[in-house]
């Protein structure tokens, strides 16, 4: 039975690097469930120099099963703009920053 998973990882691994979207997404979903049994056969991947949207999708794989949930695109993007904002900014520019901050738009 582990031969046949093993086999089974490895082409999921595999289809990480899919031209079609659904069957990256659909890849990197069943090894979300496979998480103990996949994990060093996806830090075996990672050594390998994947591509870069298997590495992203390995890595969040990987944090998911540790409990850690990667932060969105739209979060970061926020958090990186207040974070230029506060400093190197004009005084309107940190004035915005902080009405958004007290309409919860954005975590100080």
């Known amino acids: 039975m582990l031969g046949i998973d093993a086999k089974r ?3 999921l691994i595999s289809e990480l690097n899919s031209d079609d979207y659904a069957t990256r997404e659909k890849a990197t979903l069943e090894l979300e469930k496979l998480a103990e049994l996949a ?13 870069l949207e298997a590495r992203r999708r390995i890595e969040r794989v990987l944090a998911r099963e540790k ?3 990667p932060w969105s695109q739209e979060r ?3 958090l990186r703009r207040s974070t230029c904002w506060r400093r190197s900014a004009p005084q309107k520019h940190v004035r915005c920053w902080r009405a958004w901050r007290k309409a919860g738009r954005i975590l100080s």
């Open 9 to 11: 990882i490895a082409g």
């Open 39 to 51: 994990t060093p056969a996806l830090r075996k991947a990672l050594t390998n120099s994947p591509s």
């Open 67 to 69: 409990g850690a949930i």
């Open 76 to 78: 970061l993007r926020v």
